[in-house]
């Protein structure tokens, strides 16, 4: 059983709104979260890490972690076309190895 | 600066020949990671070093695969005896430290193809 479960989607959503991707994990001592964005064909790059519970924002990003409810979500505001693309969701226990969900592909359509 | 590099990018292999993936993580990066992706799916985690020790090759799917990382930068990711399941593409990632907070930096991955 995958760790960490995303939805693989596809998400559509309309250049300018709000597009929400989730994530759960069913490691319940895991600590450290982490959103990577993937372009067709490209690595991962890191976009957000969150630690504690809570809301944290940069630029139009927003990660919000839940450790009780065991799921970790990112808000991306007014959405571009640029912005399509999967985007994996991490989970690390402690000082172990991050464990990657399938991804979310996300296309933003003008 | 520069970022993490892989070589070669890209790799078309008979079934039963070996071969070698380099990967060189950015500079004084203490953590590097290995992962297998396969298309649709996210990083599937391998081997793992810090500096030159392997602390977990859990990963690696049969023991045709061998990693090193002799000096503590470069590092190699070794198949033996190819097989059409080991087509894949091959990622490297880099982090400055060990522990909690491992926000990895990847390298633009190994498309290996296995005929």
């Known amino acids: 059983q995958k760790e960490v479960e995303q939805n693989s989607g596809p998400l559509s959503v309309p250049e300018g709104a709000i597009a929400s991707l989730n994530c759960t994990y069913s490691?319940?001592?895991?600590?450290?979260f982490f959103w990577y964005r993937q372009y067709s064909g490209k690595s991962p790059e890191l976009i957000m890490s969150?630690?504690?519970?809570g809301d944290k924002e940069d630029g139009r990003f927003t990660a919000q972690l839940n450790k009780a409810s065991q799921y970790v979500s990112l808000l991306i505001r007014d959405s571009q076309p640029s912005d399509s693309a999967t985007y994996l969701c991490?989970?690390?226990?402690?000082?172990?190895?991050?464990?990657f969900g399938r991804g979310t592909s996300l296309i933003v359509h003008p | 600066g520069a970022g993490v590099s892989q070589s070669p990018r890209y790799k078309v292999a008979k079934r039963g020949q070996d071969v070698a993936l380099r990967c060189d993580p950015i500079?004084?990066?203490?953590?590097l990671f290995w992962y297998q992706q396969a298309l649709g799916q996210g990083p599937e985690f391998l081997t793992y070093?810090?500096?030159?020790?392997?602390?977990?090759k859990s990963g690696l799917p049969s023991d045709r695969f061998f990693a090193e990382r002799p000096e503590g930068s470069v590092s190699t990711l070794k198949i033996q005896r190819t097989q059409q399941e080991d087509s894949a593409v091959y990622l490297c990632?880099?982090?400055?430290?060990?522990?909690?907070?491992?926000?990895?930096?990847f390298g633009p991955g190994t498309r290996l193809t296995v005929l």
């Open positions: 990632a880099s982090s400055p430290l060990a522990g909690e907070y491992n926000e990895q930096f």
């Open positions: 490691d319940r001592v895991s600590q450290s």
């Open positions: 969150i630690y504690s519970n």
């Open positions: 991490a989970a690390q226990v402690g000082s172990y190895i991050p464990t």
């Open positions: 500079s004084g990066h203490v953590s």
């Open positions: 070093f810090q500096n030159e020790a392997q602390l977990d």
